[in-house]
């Protein structure tokens, strides 16, 4: 990989924007500071100006007040032009050019920025390596509606990192996306950002995907105004008021079980694989198998399709141990009450 | 029997020989297509196809030119196109008349009226086609850094094609037909040797010559089906 830079902090400082003829702001005064390489949600329904809030930063849409700047520059100290050229854009629907194809497609700012053919080509099939398009000999010269839905995401991506950008923006990426694919290309997508460790910013209606992607989540309420602005776990226990607790809806903690995996609980001692002794075998007879990556919200699933006390947990094919149902609920690692461990 | 006229010679000239087919005056003799096809057919085929190409060109620069007016300046679509569409609307016949006093019976009358009726096909086809550019790749472009040219050159033309390769083809098509009536005010194209023969009225003529615009429309028809071809790939990639 030829992955230099790591990324850029973006910092919006009360950035407002005012539509002309609209009486409210779009977005009202926004403070957010988003840390160099960091994946932050924008989130909320719509009206609350996350879309907006995302174009104001690569100049699609002007600042009525306030600033923003990237790295410590500011974005208007430059050119619209020459500003998106630095900053990574993908789009719903990918936005894909029709016309061209995959190798094209994912060429066009490194030929707009005028580097040479021999570069441009290294860096394509790079790129279709990391988001798992490959052999890329099978993919460069297709067309985007030869492609799955899937695909022409996963080429939108590779197409927004083309120019190493320290910044990438992403409007509800895989909102377009079969529910399948979208988990797909959700956990690719979490490891490329894990990988290339671009500061990041993607705008999604889906709480859900915002838990599942996000280092913190900012929620816009209508009105354009910032309601809460944290890291899933505490933004699901502690919602800042009655507009955050109503648009994370009723299930908020079953969400918030979803940040755990069935194997972070298992290791952390809560249960011990010794404890599968004579006698235990008795108590999970019809206990179902789990896989250690599973979420303790999925495991809980399982669990309660299951109608029985607890899971048995594998990895890689061999046991790892055992969690309760108390244990899923009431997770040491996402919870408060540490006297639900097993005596 | 007179001794003036010595046996053997005909009192009616001849005129060689003829076929049956051209002495009834049938609906179409092969024999006399082809043995008159350098001297009846051939120059009004060719100056009929150099006709249509200058009228569909210069139609083509002009209404490119103003569809990409229009659709830049939103505003000044609907004016251009009510005055294209006004053209139009003009019978053939009734312009040429129209024009004649100001450039008398000329080749070039010929070429604006034929121009006139080009324009608001290929117009509309220019600005339903870069209309028609989905938003998400435009706002796609627009993101990534391109500028306004290069928006335009690299994404909007080229996904424009398609429709303005299909209004090229309807104006071309068109203009193969009403160049015919240009026999009214130049003796040239296929409408000359057809207004002939209709007066004769000789069939072969007519038939024939009517046949050649007929097929010439076709033949560019499908020139222009095969450009659009090589141009636009990608329309034809299915996986």
Known sequence: MTQHSTGSSITFDRATKTYPGAATPALDALDLEVAAGELVCLVGPSGGGKTTALQLVNRLVDLTSGDIRIGDRSITDQSAIELRRTIGYAIQQSGLFPHYTVADNIATVPAILGWDKKRIRTRTAELLELVGLSPVETWLPRYPAQLSGGQQQRVGIARALAADPPVMLMDEPFGALDPITRVAVQDEFLAIHRAVGKTTLFVTHDIDEAIKMADRIAILKPGGKLAQFGAPAEVLSNPADDFVAEFLGAERGLKRLALTTVGEIVTAGTTSPEGAGADASITTAGWPDVEATMTLREALSVVSAARAEGAIVHAGGSRLGEVSLHDLIAPPAAGEDREGVRA | ?239
């Open chain 2, 1 to 239: 029997m007179s001794d003036f006229a010595p046996p053997g010679d005909p009192a009616i000239p001849d005129y060689g020989q003829a076929s049956d087919c051209v002495i009834n005056n049938g609906a179409f003799c092969t024999d006399w297509f082809i043995s008159q096809w350098s001297t009846v057919f051939w120059p009004p085929l060719l100056s009929h196809i150099i006709m249509v190409a200058i009228a569909v060109s210069i139609g083509f620069v002009i209404a490119f030119c103003a569809g990409l007016l229009a659709y830049r300046k939103k505003w000044l679509a609907g004016p251009i196109g009510m005055a294209a569409t006004f053209l139009y609307t003009l019978p053939p016949l009734a312009l040429f008349q129209l024009l004649v006093p100001f450039t008398g019976l000329s080749l070039l009358t010929v070429e604006i009226a034929l121009v006139c009726f080009t324009l608001v096909i290929i117009f509309q086809a220019v600005l339903v086609g870069l209309s028609g550019v989905p938003d998400d790749v435009r706002r796609a472009a627009t993101g990534m850094g391109l500028d306004r040219n290069q928006l335009l050159f690299k994404v909007e033309l080229p996904l424009a094609l398609p429709s303005i390769i299909s209004g090229v083809r309807i104006a071309t098509v068109l203009t193969v037909s009403i160049t015919t009536i240009a026999a009214f005010v130049v003796d040239d194209g296929l409408g000359s040797p057809i207004i002939k023969a209709v007066s004769s009225p000789f069939n072969t003529q007519f038939v024939g010559a009517g046949a050649l615009a007929v097929l010439l429309a076709f033949a560019l028809d499908g020139l222009l089906v095969l450009l659009g071809r090589v141009l636009t790939p990608w329309t034809k990639a299915r996986s």
